[in-house]
């Protein structure tokens, strides 16, 4: 059974820090594509960052750039997310995806896989 189990959300005030963690079991981690969405109340779930399965190369959009960075740990099979100087902008519900062709788009028609999500609410 395919996996990924979020965690590592909360409450933070602007300005502050959280790590979310992405923990995969049931299928070939390294040969996946690895992302993080978000999604806010009553908007489309967007694509935060990703991580290629080639070559570990981290992309990202650009309102997070310079503030998160993703990271896995390949032995692990686990992600990360560290996502610094929060915004109240940032309040959403982030989910971790996997995807086998990749995540170039940042797209959700990309993912094959996705987890049940962890709430990041960012106080101002």
């Known amino acids: 059974e395919v996996q990924l189990v979020e965690s590592g959300g909360g409450l933070v005030q602007a300005g502050g820090s959280l790590r979310l963690s992405c923990a995969a079991s049931?299928?070939?981690?390294?040969?996946?594509?690895i992302g993080w969405f978000r999604q806010a109340p009553g908007k489309e779930r967007e694509g935060v960052s990703w991580?290629?399965?080639?070559?570990?190369?981290?992309y990202y959009t650009d309102s997070v750039k310079g503030r998160f960075t993703i990271s896995r740990d390949i032995a692990a099979s686990t992600a990360y997310l560290q996502m610094n100087n929060l915004k109240p902008e940032d309040t959403a519900l982030y989910y971790c995806?996997?995807?086998?062709?990749?995540?170039?788009?940042?797209?959700?028609?990309?993912?094959?896989?996705w987890g049940q999500g962890t709430q990041v609410t960012v106080s101002s």
């Open positions: 049931g299928f070939t981690f390294d040969e996946y594509a």
């Open positions: 991580i290629s399965s080639r070559d570990g190369r981290r």
């Open positions: 995806a996997a995807g086998r062709s990749g995540l170039a788009a940042m797209s959700v028609y990309e993912v094959s896989y």
